[in-house]
Nanobody, 117 residues
Framework: QVQLVESGGGLVQPGGSLRLSCAAS??????????FNWYRQTPGDQRELVAT???????NYADSVKGRFTISRDNAKRTSYLQMNSLKPEDTAVYYC?????????WGRGTQVTVSS
C-alpha cells in the first residue's frame, strides 16, 4: 500500500504562514493518477475536508480557507503541499493527508498545527 510521510506542522503566530508536505512513497504510479486531499480535525469535531487536488489538476477548498490556503503537487517527488497563509487560531487542528489512487485510499498519521500568540 502507498505510505504517506507528512511534515511541516508546528507552532505559528496568527497571521503567519506554514507549509505542510505529504510525500507518497508508492512507486510505479504517476502523481497524475493520485488525488490528494488535506483534512483537519479538532477534538470533538468531525474530520473536515480542507483542500483537494484532483487527477486533472483542479482544486477545491473549504469556504473557511479559501483565499488563504493553496494545495499543490510536485510530480517528481510525488508530494502534495498545503501552503497556509494568514493563519488564524481557529485553524489550529491536526492536519491529515489523504491520497486516493483508484479505489485505494491511504491516510497519513497527521501533523499538529497550532496557531497561537
Amino acid at each position: 500500500q502507498v505510505q504517506l510521510v507528512e511534515s511541516g506542522g508546528g507552532l505559528v503566530q496568527p497571521g503567519g504562514s506554514l507549509r505542510l508536505s505529504c510525500a507518497a512513497s508508492r512507486s510505479g504510479f504517476s502523481v497524475n493518477t493520485m488525488k490528494f486531499n488535506w483534512y483537519r480535525q479538532t477534538p470533538g469535531d468531525q474530520r473536515e475536508l480542507v483542500a483537494t487536488l484532483t487527477y486533472s489538476g483542479s482544486t477545491n477548498y473549504a469556504d473557511s480557507v479559501k483565499g488563504r490556503f493553496t494545495i499543490s503537487r510536485d510530480n517528481a517527488k510525488r508530494t502534495s503541499y498545503l501552503q497556509m497563509n494568514s493563519l488564524k487560531p481557529e485553524d489550529t487542528a491536526v492536519y491529515y493527508c489523504n491520497v486516493k489512487i483508484g479505489a485505494l485510499s491511504t491516510w497519513g498519521r497527521g501533523t499538529q498545527v497550532t496557531v497561537s500568540s
